[in-house]
């Protein structure tokens, strides 16, 4: 008897340890769409991942249940998976909602406004949009697309104040959430974006979401190319303290890695854009590295990594930003 309820008291931890992780939110762009191969998903892709999320018991949820879960700080499923689409092109409205419909999974797609309203051949309609609120969310992408990290304060809040009018005008709809053009943004852009009253902002930097994730910081992963998708369901979030770098250095020379984490283990590994990942010994729970690194890119990220546990930080040019 004794040996049962031991026995029993075991599976329930794990089914407990097990239950309540991290989450994931993905992002799409194209579907079925041969011509831009590292932004598409084909459709034999696509319903692939929708089987390994049913047969794997991952639950599809709104944008909007993950994030009024970590608003009341409630613990997360990790099993909860979240499905994003930037850029409303037309081929999601081809090739991509029918399977979303023949599945049941909720969406959110965030609009490009001015693509819409600028009737672009590859892009969707307002008629398009008002058809598909039937079937998930619409959010906001932004007016022009534009670079935020290279546009004034001023240039910002025009862009936007016009995005959101058309978007409210056309939809009926006040959009909750935001998305970065192209992933990009620096302290002095998510200041500004988060004047607008978004309730959240989505990143695209790899990893997953917790309930004490930074709700203006939610980390998105791309389903776009090839992609391995059971690696990235398997990462979790690693509470960390970025100490340096918090920016790009003005002479793009990345000198330091140092990153406070609550972890006991000695082992870590990190990643820089350009140069791949490196393992490297952890001293209680601190990253500190000196690694004079030059950083080529207009668009750099560095990562840090413990076991499945990543945290990321996108270091980019940012004209009118300080250093």
């Given at each position: 008897m004794h040996q049962s309820v031991s026995k029993f008291f075991f599976l329930s931890l794990l089914s407990a340890i097990t239950l309540?992780?991290?989450?994931?939110?993905?992002?799409?762009?194209?579907?079925?769409?041969?011509?831009?191969?590292?932004?598409?998903?084909?459709?034999?892709?696509?319903?692939?991942?929708?089987?390994?999320?049913?047969?794997?018991?991952?639950?599809?949820?709104?944008?909007?249940t993950l994030v009024n879960a970590i608003k009341q700080k409630k613990m997360i499923p990790g099993n909860w998976v979240v499905l994003t689409i930037d850029d409303n092109f037309k081929s999601f409205y081809e090739n991509g909602l029918e399977i979303f419909k023949k599945y049941h999974y909720p969406f959110s797609l965030f609009v490009y406004i001015k693509a819409t309203q600028k009737h672009y051949p590859d892009y969707l309609s307002w008629k398009q949009l008002n058809e598909i609120k039937k079937y998930g969310a619409l959010e906001f992408h932004s007016y022009a697309h534009g670079h935020l990290t290279l546009?004034?304060?001023?240039?910002?809040?025009?862009?936007?104040?016009?995005?959101?009018?058309?978007f409210e005008k056309h939809l009926h709809l006040k959009p909750k959430y935001f998305s970065y053009p192209y992933g990009e943004f620096t302290p002095r852009v998510k200041s500004i974006v988060k004047s607008f009253g978004f309730e959240a902002i989505i990143n695209q930097n790899i990893g997953a979401v917790s309930k004490d994730s930074d709700i203006f910081d939610l980390d998105r992963s791309a389903l776009v190319g090839k992609t391995n998708l059971p690696y990235l369901l398997k990462l979790r979030t690693l509470k960390a303290t970025w100490i340096e770098p918090k920016v790009l250095p003005k002479d793009k020379i990345l000198k330091v890695i140092k990153v406070k984490t609550n972890s006991t283990i000695s082992k870590g590994s990190i990643y820089i854009s350009e140069y791949g990942w490196e393992n490297v010994t952890i001293k209680n729970g601190l990253f500190d590295l000196r690694v004079n690194k030059a950083l080529t890119l207009e668009r750099n990220r560095v990562i840090v990594k413990i076991g499945n546990k990543i945290s990321t930080k996108l270091l980019i040019k940012d004209l009118y930003g300080t250093r």
């Open positions: 309540w992780a991290d989450a994931h939110i993905f992002v799409y762009h194209r579907f079925g769409d041969g011509r831009y191969p590292s932004t598409n998903t084909t459709k034999s892709e696509l319903i692939k991942e929708f089987k390994y999320f049913k047969n794997h018991n991952y639950k599809v949820v709104p944008l909007e546009m004034s304060q001023r240039e910002i809040e025009a862009d936007f104040k016009k995005g959101m009018q058309l």
